[in-house]
């Protein structure tokens, strides 16, 4: 049989194309004597005809990008799919409402002028400073206020402060429903006599 028709029986028993089967080019005279299908069987199990590996999709572009982005590139815009995580809406609420604290602690103690105050004040609501040390660090840097100041001095001061301001003692509802009772007063109906 010729070394076509043999291609063409192989591929109809491993059931794929023509062109994906192989045959050894050393042994083409035992190719050549096979008749019949059977023969061709036994010559795919002894691997004289074999069928091509599927190719696979190569690692090699994969692998040459990881080493890019160690190097930290192609990570710029262009590259991000998907929405960008911000700081969760509470989370930037405390860290303004902290600054803002500290600000108007510096102003009330009359270490910052005022026109410095709205200045840092629209700083703060644009997210300039991450915290409160950078808030601090720029106004030392800058010169804004009177004399160098220091953060931990600053919020030990601030919380003997909040300490003087002592909040009234919450009442239980047993005391809350003896107060109604003895506030309110009986009602006189007067009805008209004739």
């Known amino acids: 049989m010729s070394i076509k028709t043999i291609r063409r029986i192989a591929s109809d028993i491993l059931n794929i194309g023509e062109n994906k089967i192989k045959i050894k080019p050393d042994e083409t005279t035992k190719v050549k004597e096979a008749l019949t299908r059977d023969d061709v069987r036994s010559l795919i199990k002894d691997g004289i005809v074999y069928k091509t590996k599927k190719q696979g999709v190569s690692r090699a572009g994969a692998k040459e990008r990881q080493k890019q982005r160690k190097k930290g590139r192609q990570k710029g815009a262009g590259k991000r799919k998907g929405r960008i995580k911000k700081l969760p809406k509470k989370q930037w609420i405390l860290r303004c409402r902290i600054q803002r604290e500290i600000l108007t602690y510096l102003t009330n103690s009359k270490l910052i002028e005022s026109g410095d105050r709205k200045n840092i004040y629209y700083k703060i609501k644009g997210g300039f400073f991450k915290n409160k040390r950078s808030l601090i660090t720029y106004i030392n840097d800058n010169k804004l206020s009177k004399n160098t100041l220091i953060l931990e001095e600053i919020i030990t001061e601030m919380k003997k402060k ?24 009986p009602k006189v109906v007067e009805k008209n006599k004739k």
């Open 162 to 185: 909040r300490k003087k301001i002592i909040k009234t003692p919450k009442q239980t509802k047993e005391q809350k429903k003896s107060k109604k009772i003895t506030e309110t007063k």
